[in-house]
């Protein structure tokens, strides 16, 4: 509970600093382009959950920004969960809405990766939604500060002797996430 509590303390944050941040940050040079576009993300996610697992992680996304508000494209990244000692490697689709901010660097954005994981250990759904703000620092490159959730589905089958068994289970987590655009 007490995540929780830091993450919606988090969340109310940015929202509430982010319109004090634009003021002064006047430029619409520094806003999404329409064109190729590729996201470089780090984070960290706390796992939630009965199954839970802290993760770092690692992803990018290639894509296509249609107009300053809506990116799509597909992905891939590693996951290296700390407790279990195992990784996993999302493929994804991502879908990203922004609203920038009039006359302004900022571009608060909403972003979706569903998916697919693979790996020997880890494999299954792979759901991430996020929210979270783009900060223009050049005509064409950002940073990105995001928080959101992380469903990973893990599957795994047991074989003893004559027995056989399958299950799956959520490895979900709170995800804090720093990226790069250009």
């Not at 329409?34 to 199954?51: D, I, M, S, T």
Request: aromatic share 18%; net charge negative; with cysteine.
């Amino acid at each position: 509970m007490r995540h929780f509590k830091s993450f919606i303390t988090a969340i109310v944050m940015i929202i509430t600093v982010t319109p004090a941040f634009s003021q002064g940050l006047y430029d619409d040079d520094y806003q999404l382009h329409k064109g190729y576009k590729c996201y470089f993300e780090f984070g960290y996610g706390l796992g939630v959950g009965q199954n839970r697992t802290d993760r770092i992680q690692m992803l990018t996304t290639h894509g296509y920004q249609f107009n300053p508000y809506l990116f799509a494209g597909i992905g891939i990244g590693g996951n290296d969960y700390i407790d279990f000692e195992k990784w996993s490697m999302p493929v994804f689709a991502d879908l990203r809405g922004s609203l920038p901010i009039e006359n302004s660097r900022l571009a608060p954005f909403v972003d979706f990766k569903i998916g697919y994981s693979l790996s020997d250990n880890i494999k299954g759904f792979f759901f991430s939604p996020m929210i979270g703000t783009r900060f223009g620092i050049t005509e064409k490159t950002g940073v990105n500060l995001g928080f959101g959730y992380e469903v990973q589905v893990a599957k795994y089958s047991i074989t003893y002797e004559e027995l056989h068994l399958k299950d799956s289970f959520n490895m979900g987590a709170l995800t804090f996430k720093l990226g790069l655009d250009f």
